[in-house]
């Protein structure tokens, strides 16, 4: 079956089935992994499509190693950096600091564990905004990017738990969490990744052509074709 998702809404053309199962996604939570070896303005575009313009949304940004510059670019929006509703969590910033001084992070983390604490941070900035909101359905937006640069760095099952937990504490807001792999979806670590997944979508950039994408909903067995990435 074909679709043709815009943005990260559902179908249109008549496709009652996959809009159907997207949205019933939507309302429930799901988890969305993003492959393709493609420019980084790609996935960019990309995740600030599935953080969207809503203004009731509040967005999480985990980034394992963009700079601001790139930061804003997955954000939608003019100065989202500076738009109530958004957090942004880096790696970069624990590290370099002492993670100690400077979050309040579990006693049982040691300060020295610093991939620990950027996913306890995390994980804490969802709980925290579920506890205090009660988000409605889709209205919390969790990305993660990049999750390439942590493969050469840590272990498989280190990635996959951190995944799954960032992944699982989003749907108990029922949002919306996407990672961007960076990394082909032949890659060993895609396949340990995508058995937690609801949503996979691919991304491609052909010489000559736009850059397209392809959604799969994993559960429902529903596919779309290769579409231009707007």
């Not at 929006?77 to 957090?87: A, I, M, N, V, Y």
């Not at 970069?92 to 564990?113: F, G, K």
């Amino acid at each position: 079956m074909s679709a043709s998702p815009e943005s990260d809404d559902p179908t249109r053309g008549g496709q009652r089935r996959f809009r159907e199962s997207l949205l019933e996604l939507k309302r429930e939570g799901c988890r969305i992994l993003i492959t393709g070896e493609v420019d980084a303005s790609i996935r960019a575009r990309r995740s600030r499509q599935l953080f969207g313009e809503a203004t009731n949304r509040h967005r999480i940004l985990a980034s394992t190693t963009l700079g601001e510059d790139d930061i804003a670019e997955h954000l939608p929006g003019e100065h989202p950096l500076s738009r109530s509703g958004t957090e942004v969590i880096r790696l970069d910033d624990i590290r370099s600091v002492s993670v100690a001084e400077t979050y309040s992070t579990p006693s049982h983390l040691e300060a020295s564990n610093e991939f620990a604490a950027f996913q306890w941070r995390i994980i804490d900035a969802i709980a925290r905004h579920r506890v205090d909101h009660a988000p409605a359905p889709a209205e919390l937006r969790v990305g993660v990017a990049t999750l390439a640069p942590l493969v050469d760095e840590y272990s498989a099952e280190t990635i996959r738990e951190f995944v799954h937990l960032v992944g699982k504490e989003t749907v108990e807001s029922r949002g919306m969490a996407h990672f961007a792999l960076g990394l082909d979806a032949r890659r060993p670590i895609a396949s340990r990744l995508l058995p937690l997944m609801d949503i996979h979508v691919q991304l491609r950039q052909r010489e000559g052509e736009p850059p397209e994408h392809r959604w799969t909903l994993l559960n429902h067995n529903i596919h779309t074709e290769w579409l231009p990435l707007r």
